[in-house]
C-alpha cells in the first residue's frame, strides 16, 4: 500500500502530514511526501533551498520511526494538484492525503481549486485535513 501526502510548511500541510503518518502505520503502508511548487520567478534559490531544508527536516524526522518513506520537491511548473494526481497514479497510491485551510464565507462557495481538483480527479481515495 502507498500513501501520498500534499505538504507545505503550514498548519494545514503539518495537519496532513502527521495524519498521513498515523494512517502509514496504521496501514503498514509507504509514505510519499510531496511538496510542489509551480517554480518561476517567485520560486528563485532562496525559496529553493528554504523549500530543500524543510524537506531534509521532515525526511530527518520520520525517516527513523520506521516509515518506509519517500520525500520529493517537485517544481515542474505544475499545479499542486496535478503533482499529486500524477504521482498518485504512477506510485499506484491506495490513499491522498491533503491539508485544507479556512475559507472566507465567499471561498467557501468554491472549496479551492486544488483541493477541489485532488478530490474530483483522484485515482484512489482522498483524506482531506484541517489544520
Do not use: W, Y
Not at 525517516?63 to 498518485?88: F, K, M, T
Amino acid at each position: 500500500m502507498t500513501i501520498v501526502v500534499g505538504f507545505v510548511p503550514t498548519k494545514e500541510g503539518r495537519a496532513a502530514l502527521a495524519r498521513s503518518v498515523e494512517e502509514a502505520r496504521m496501514r503498514r503502508s509507504r509514505l510519499v511526501v510531496i511538496h510542489s511548487n509551480r517554480g518561476g520567478r517567485d520560486f528563485d534559490d532562496e525559496s529553493s533551498q528554504a523549500a530543500e531544508a524543510e524537506l531534509q527536516r521532515v525526511s530527518d524526522e520520520l525517516g527513523g520511526d520506521g516509515l518506509e518513506l519517500e520525500v520529493r520537491q517537485l517544481v515542474r511548473g505544475n499545479e499542486p494538484a496535478e503533482d499529486l494526481i500524477s504521482v498518485a497514479n504512477e506510485m499506484d497510491a491506495d490513499l491522498i492525503v491533503i491539508g485544507l485551510r479556512r475559507r472566507t464565507p465567499v471561498g467557501k462557495l468554491i472549496l479551492g481549486s486544488n483541493a477541489q481538483r485532488i478530490l474530483l480527479d483522484a485515482p484512489c481515495a482522498v483524506l482531506a485535513v484541517k489544520g
